[in-house]
């Protein structure tokens, strides 16, 4: 069997914000139509990950090497990686007034169809698809014209970054938090429109606090991340197990663990 | 360097009241002039220091003024001049004044007296009489630099527009202006008469193009490329008189769009009585020089103004914006809203005012100024000032001057849009937010074509 090229490998990443490291050798491989939740406390480097993925200028790679789909993705600009198919749901999506989403968002799949080489998508087909995914994502018509994050509250951030997802159709979707902040209704939609999009061709990294989101997401594979490091690795299970014990006990078994092999140099495989 | 070489060679009176007498002017309004003349000669020139205009107004030979109107003539028959306002009225109804043909407009908006401003003068006394440099503004009156350029005006303007409405009558069609001055001219000085008597209503955009130099210049760097070779820069004075009566409403846009050599100052005043309502809003794109100071007093209880002004700015243009609005009624509102986007070398100065006056209780006026800045020498110099003598008020101001939000641009490159595109839709937006707020009619319109010939000029 031939082996497939992975949509994303990581190898042993170090990341610096204003010169404090914060990911500090970190090795992550996901495969084509593979699901992979991270999960951790406040400040173990999850976000920053998700931010140095997609290209963020305020983080900087200071050692390691990160492939999509085998290219080099670290010396591509932010929006190479979009049109390529990497795309980052954020935490918290910048406002921008007076831009609306329908011409934003035509804007940036026309910007991917070029990548793959299909040319601008018609008026009618446009519309069609976003009606169609608006629907998917029990959302009214009428928010197509707002302006692009302007006062939406905590949902309809969420909602829109999902949205945004769906039509554009990436390889590859980092959602940072999208389930924080959400009710239970709200947070089977957003479940449900990544769903939507299971298949060979689509790959995500979940990355959360919490184990919820998961019962609707049902990951292939289960990360643990502490202090800038992936700590644990396993199944489902494994977010069960962090549920209920927190994250504090695996900060003590670590430390025993990093006095343990301070010696032998360290990094998890 | 050999710039602002002060010295302002006047017309002699003879010359002006040859030309006053050629036009068939009544005596009142050569009065008039020979007054504003007079003082003109009595008033200190301004001092040439900050972009100051006074070394453009050098000598010119009286046979000029003669050619100079047969030139724009010309210029206007063969349309040279590149309009927003002729493209954007493609797309909706506005009654055009192009090319000075004030009758047809006329006649596409009842009831409106739409005339030339001298022909008024002599058709109309008994309406043109005691507003024309008798109401929002009056020459000798303040002395400073602006009451200056206002002496200019009531001495020395050659065009004009006057437009009344009776009271109660609502102009059924925005009226359009379109003031032209051509290259070959190298002075003109324009003024623009509105009345609107109790409860009118009128929408008027009014752009000024031309002035196509023999190329830009201004303050050193390319010191002699703008005029003629002989020191005279092509320029254009604007003044603006506006009196609203009882719940009369006025919307006017003002879209500066002169071509890359022009300097202009341009001023205006609007009285409002009671219950009156202005919208301005003031379009700064064109030219190479452009000082605009528009005030607005809110004499009556319940009058209201909202000013807007827009600019954009590349090369090497300088804005210099003044606004004010003075409250003296009581319950008047008021808002300012300023956005502008600068780039290579482009400088803009602002200064904004509220003055709410003893007695204006339950006055409110507020406003907010933004500058977006695309280039790392472009610069803004942005003042917003409230001065306040009454208890009873609501009164605020904000001013933000900053480049592109790097957050808003990651984001939007997060999605796959290019660093251009991305700075482009952030600037559309910046633009239209502030557009979304105002209602005056073809605006809108006029700044999209304009920002887009702005942007599509970078390339």
């Given at each position: 069997m031939v082996q497939q090229i992975p949509r994303l490998e990581i190898r042993n990443l170090h990341v610096s914000v204003d010169g404090k490291e914060i990911v500090k050798g970190l090795d992550l491989t996901i495969r084509p139509g593979e699901i992979h939740a991270l999960m951790g406390p406040n400040g173990s480097g999850k976000t920053t990950l998700a931010l140095t993925l997609m290209g963020h200028p305020r983080y900087q790679v200071d050692r390691g090497e990160v492939f999509f789909e085998g290219e080099n993705l670290l010396e591509m600009e932010p929006d190479e990686r979009a049109r390529r198919g990497l795309f980052l749901s954020f935490q918290y999506p910048a406002e921008i007034p007076g831009v609306s989403i329908a011409n934003f968002l035509r804007s940036a799949l026309n910007a991917r169809r070029g990548f793959l080489g299909q040319g601008d998508i018609s008026l009618r087909d446009f519309q069609a698809l976003l009606k169609e995914k608006l629907q998917l994502l029990e959302m009214d018509q009428s928010f197509l014209r707002r302006s692009l994050n302007e006062g939406f509250s905590g949902g309809e951030r969420k909602r829109h970054e999902i949205l945004q997802m769906t039509v554009l159709n990436p390889r590859l979707a980092i959602l940072d938090?999208?389930?924080?902040?959400?009710d239970i209704d709200a947070l089977k939609v957003v479940a449900g429109g990544v769903n939507s999009m299971r298949g060979p061709d689509f790959s995500a990294l979940i990355i959360t606090h919490y184990q919820r989101i998961l019962r609707y997401l049902q990951p292939d594979f289960v990360h643990v991340m502490v202090e800038g490091r992936i700590v644990r690795s396993g199944g489902p299970e494994l977010a069960q197990e962090f549920e209920e014990k927190g994250y504090d006990w695996v900060r003590e078994e670590l430390a025993g663990e990093t006095a343990d092999t301070a010696q032998a140099g360290g990094g998890s495989q | 360097m050999t710039e602002n070489a002060i010295t302002i060679a006047w017309p002699d009176w003879a010359r002006l009241e040859e030309e006053s007498e050629a036009r068939q002017e009544p005596s009142w309004l050569r009065e008039l002039r020979r007054r504003a003349f007079r003082l003109l000669q009595e008033t200190p020139q301004p001092n040439g220091r900050d972009g100051d205009l006074s070394f453009l107004l050098q000598a010119e030979a009286p046979q000029q003024v003669a050619e100079q109107r047969a030139a724009e003539g010309d210029e206007a028959a063969a349309g040279a001049q590149e309009s927003l306002l002729v493209e954007a009225a493609a797309e909706m109804p506005l009654a055009l004044v192009r090319d000075g043909k004030v009758s047809e407009a006329g006649q596409l908006v009842p009831q409106i007296v739409l005339a030339e401003l001298g022909e008024a003068a002599r058709q109309y006394p008994d309406l043109v009489r005691p507003y024309l440099f008798n109401s929002a503004l009056k020459p000798g009156q303040p002395e400073d630099e602006t009451g200056f350029y206002l002496l200019l005006q009531a001495a020395l303007w050659d065009w004009g527009l006057f437009l009344h409405l009776p009271a109660g009558v609502q102009a059924e069609m925005p009226v359009g202006v379109l003031q032209q001055i051509t290259a070959a001219g190298r002075r003109a000085f324009r003024h623009v008469l509105i009345v609107l008597e109790a409860g009118a209503e009128l929408d008027l955009l009014e752009e000024t193009v031309g002035g196509a130099a023999v190329g830009a210049a201004w303050h050193g760097a390319t010191a002699r490329e703008g005029d003629d070779g002989q020191g005279n820069r092509p320029l254009l004075g604007q003044s603006w008189e506006v009196v609203l009566k009882e719940g009369a409403k006025l919307r006017l846009g003002l879209v500066q769009n002169l071509a890359a050599g022009g300097c202009t100052f341009r001023l205006g005043r609007a009285l409002l009585e009671k219950d009156a309502t202005l919208e301005l809003f003031a379009v700064e794109v064109g030219g190479r020089w452009s000082r605009l100071q528009f005030e607005t007093e809110l004499i009556g209880q319940g009058a209201s103004v909202s000013s807007f002004a827009l600019f954009l700015g590349t090369g090497r243009q300088r804005y210099h914006l003044d606004l004010g609005h003075l409250h003296r009624g009581e319950h008047t509102r008021s808002d300012m809203t300023v956005r502008g986007v600068l780039r290579d070398r482009a400088y803009t100065r602002f200064r904004g005012l509220g003055y709410i006056h003893f007695g204006a209780q339950g006055a409110s006026s507020f406003q907010r100024t933004d500058t977006l800045l695309l280039s790392r020498t472009a610069r803004a110099d942005v003042v917003p000032s409230l001065k306040i003598d009454e208890d009873d008020v609501q009164a605020g101001h904000g001013a933000a001057v900053g480049q592109v939000d790097e957050e808003a641009l990651f984001y939007l490159m997060s999605r796959g849009l290019s660093r251009v595109q991305a700075t482009r839709l952030i600037v559309e937006g910046f633009l239209q937010s502030l557009l979304d707020k105002?209602?005056?009619?073809g605006v809108d319109r006029v700044v999209r074509l304009a920002a887009l010939k702005k942007i599509e000029s970078q390339a």
């Amino acid at each position: 069997m031939v082996q497939q090229i992975p949509r994303l490998e990581i190898r042993n990443l170090h990341v610096s914000v204003d010169g404090k490291e914060i990911v500090k050798g970190l090795d992550l491989t996901i495969r084509p139509g593979e699901i992979h939740a991270l999960m951790g406390p406040n400040g173990s480097g999850k976000t920053t990950l998700a931010l140095t993925l997609m290209g963020h200028p305020r983080y900087q790679v200071d050692r390691g090497e990160v492939f999509f789909e085998g290219e080099n993705l670290l010396e591509m600009e932010p929006d190479e990686r979009a049109r390529r198919g990497l795309f980052l749901s954020f935490q918290y999506p910048a406002e921008i007034p007076g831009v609306s989403i329908a011409n934003f968002l035509r804007s940036a799949l026309n910007a991917r169809r070029g990548f793959l080489g299909q040319g601008d998508i018609s008026l009618r087909d446009f519309q069609a698809l976003l009606k169609e995914k608006l629907q998917l994502l029990e959302m009214d018509q009428s928010f197509l014209r707002r302006s692009l994050n302007e006062g939406f509250s905590g949902g309809e951030r969420k909602r829109h970054e999902i949205l945004q997802m769906t039509v554009l159709n990436p390889r590859l979707a980092i959602l940072d938090e999208t389930d924080s902040g959400l009710d239970i209704d709200a947070l089977k939609v957003v479940a449900g429109g990544v769903n939507s999009m299971r298949g060979p061709d689509f790959s995500a990294l979940i990355i959360t606090h919490y184990q919820r989101i998961l019962r609707y997401l049902q990951p292939d594979f289960v990360h643990v991340m502490v202090e800038g490091r992936i700590v644990r690795s396993g199944g489902p299970e494994l977010a069960q197990e962090f549920e209920e014990k927190g994250y504090d006990w695996v900060r003590e078994e670590l430390a025993g663990e990093t006095a343990d092999t301070a010696q032998a140099g360290g990094g998890s495989q | 360097m050999t710039e602002n070489a002060i010295t302002i060679a006047w017309p002699d009176w003879a010359r002006l009241e040859e030309e006053s007498e050629a036009r068939q002017e009544p005596s009142w309004l050569r009065e008039l002039r020979r007054r504003a003349f007079r003082l003109l000669q009595e008033t200190p020139q301004p001092n040439g220091r900050d972009g100051d205009l006074s070394f453009l107004l050098q000598a010119e030979a009286p046979q000029q003024v003669a050619e100079q109107r047969a030139a724009e003539g010309d210029e206007a028959a063969a349309g040279a001049q590149e309009s927003l306002l002729v493209e954007a009225a493609a797309e909706m109804p506005l009654a055009l004044v192009r090319d000075g043909k004030v009758s047809e407009a006329g006649q596409l908006v009842p009831q409106i007296v739409l005339a030339e401003l001298g022909e008024a003068a002599r058709q109309y006394p008994d309406l043109v009489r005691p507003y024309l440099f008798n109401s929002a503004l009056k020459p000798g009156q303040p002395e400073d630099e602006t009451g200056f350029y206002l002496l200019l005006q009531a001495a020395l303007w050659d065009w004009g527009l006057f437009l009344h409405l009776p009271a109660g009558v609502q102009a059924e069609m925005p009226v359009g202006v379109l003031q032209q001055i051509t290259a070959a001219g190298r002075r003109a000085f324009r003024h623009v008469l509105i009345v609107l008597e109790a409860g009118a209503e009128l929408d008027l955009l009014e752009e000024t193009v031309g002035g196509a130099a023999v190329g830009a210049a201004w303050h050193g760097a390319t010191a002699r490329e703008g005029d003629d070779g002989q020191g005279n820069r092509p320029l254009l004075g604007q003044s603006w008189e506006v009196v609203l009566k009882e719940g009369a409403k006025l919307r006017l846009g003002l879209v500066q769009n002169l071509a890359a050599g022009g300097c202009t100052f341009r001023l205006g005043r609007a009285l409002l009585e009671k219950d009156a309502t202005l919208e301005l809003f003031a379009v700064e794109v064109g030219g190479r020089w452009s000082r605009l100071q528009f005030e607005t007093e809110l004499i009556g209880q319940g009058a209201s103004v909202s000013s807007f002004a827009l600019f954009l700015g590349t090369g090497r243009q300088r804005y210099h914006l003044d606004l004010g609005h003075l409250h003296r009624g009581e319950h008047t509102r008021s808002d300012m809203t300023v956005r502008g986007v600068l780039r290579d070398r482009a400088y803009t100065r602002f200064r904004g005012l509220g003055y709410i006056h003893f007695g204006a209780q339950g006055a409110s006026s507020f406003q907010r100024t933004d500058t977006l800045l695309l280039s790392r020498t472009a610069r803004a110099d942005v003042v917003p000032s409230l001065k306040i003598d009454e208890d009873d008020v609501q009164a605020g101001h904000g001013a933000a001057v900053g480049q592109v939000d790097e957050e808003a641009l990651f984001y939007l490159m997060s999605r796959g849009l290019s660093r251009v595109q991305a700075t482009r839709l952030i600037v559309e937006g910046f633009l239209q937010s502030l557009l979304d707020k105002a209602t005056v009619p073809g605006v809108d319109r006029v700044v999209r074509l304009a920002a887009l010939k702005k942007i599509e000029s970078q390339a």
